[in-house]
């Protein structure tokens, strides 16, 4: 079955910086598979060029065909695949499956085995740690449209007020509540799966640079959270929930940080947008 070459080159992206370097990203294509796989294709060079090298693989993907081998067919081209909530990146041999139950790495969902240890993989560590938010939330986004379903609207449109629910003045707000994010920022350590839950004042006539970030397992399983990292816009206090998570937690913090370098000015742009929606949140029960 053959696609129409609108559906073919979506995904075609420059990342920022040096050197020049598009990449090709290319979404689980499988309707009723909520896995979050992506392939990514990457070339120094031209968008033609890539487009010119990377179209059997494009092909390949969306018709669920044998994309590893004709990946391993062109030389030149860096690829790989990688999980847009955890980042986790996967050999381009990653085939996702319809099993929406199975983990990221876990043999029935891929074929391309465990996540890659990229020191061992210098050229896909290169690309992969300049896939900013701004590349991944547009990537996000192909995530949707290739699921046929709509992107949420943002909170909060043409000014109207921001519901939360059980939210009282004076308490924190999470980013998502202002914001339909269309990835989750997941941290995998030692097998558990951890949600970042980034909590800002939206206080009036305030413009603290406060942030408190909460870590908490995804699975049901793994009940029960790290503790939390109160971050004053300078230094970063780590508050475990028992002595013994200390560790955990600040290798949870060290990893959002490499994320979202510099991280400073990651929390100073997230803190000047929450409190611009000073005074439109509203409590919901």
């Not at 690829?79 to 139950?101: G, I, M, R």
């Not at 993989?121 to 699921?147: F, N, T």
């Not at 990835?183 to 909590?199: G, I, P, S, W």
Request: glycine share 8%; with cysteine; aromatic share 8%.
């Amino acid at each position: 079955m053959s696609q129409p070459s609108t559906v073919i080159e979506q995904g075609l992206l420059e990342l920022s910086g040096p050197p020049g370097t598009w990449i090709w990203a290319l979404t689980c294509p499988i309707p009723d598979c909520d896995c979050r796989s992506t392939l990514v294709l990457s070339l120094n060079g031209s968008r033609e060029a890539l487009l010119e090298r990377g179209k059997p693989i494009a092909a390949a993907w969306l018709q669920d065909g044998d994309h590893a081998a004709a990946t391993e067919a062109l030389a030149g081209l860096t690829c790989f695949a990688v999980d847009l909530d955890t980042l986790e990146v996967f050999s381009a041999a990653y085939k996702p499956q319809a099993d929406n139950d199975a983990s990221p790495d876990s043999d029935e969902q891929s074929e391309g085995g465990a996540p890659l240890d990229l020191e061992a993989h210098p050229a896909i560590k290169a690309v992969a740690e300049r896939l900013d938010d701004q590349v991944l939330e547009s990537i996000a986004a192909l995530w949707y449209r290739g699921k046929g379903l709509e992107l949420p609207p943002e909170p909060g449109l043409d000014g109207a007020p921001i519901p939360v629910e059980e939210w009282e003045k004076e308490q924190l707000i999470d980013w998502h509540s202002a914001h339909h994010c269309l990835r989750a920022d997941l941290y995998v350590q030692d097998d558990t799966c951890y949600e970042v839950f980034e909590m800002y004042c939206v206080e009036t006539d305030c413009s603290c640079k406060s942030v408190s970030l909460v870590f908490s397992p995804l699975a049901a399983e793994d009940a029960g959270g790290v503790g939390l990292v109160e971050f004053d816009g300078t230094t970063a206090e780590l508050a475990p929930e028992a002595d013994e998570q200390r560790e955990r937690l600040g290798a949870l913090w060290e990893a959002f940080c490499t994320r979202h370098a510099p991280h400073q000015e990651y929390f100073a742009r997230r803190c000047a947008v929450m409190h611009g929606f000073a005074g439109r949140f509203v409590a919901t029960e």
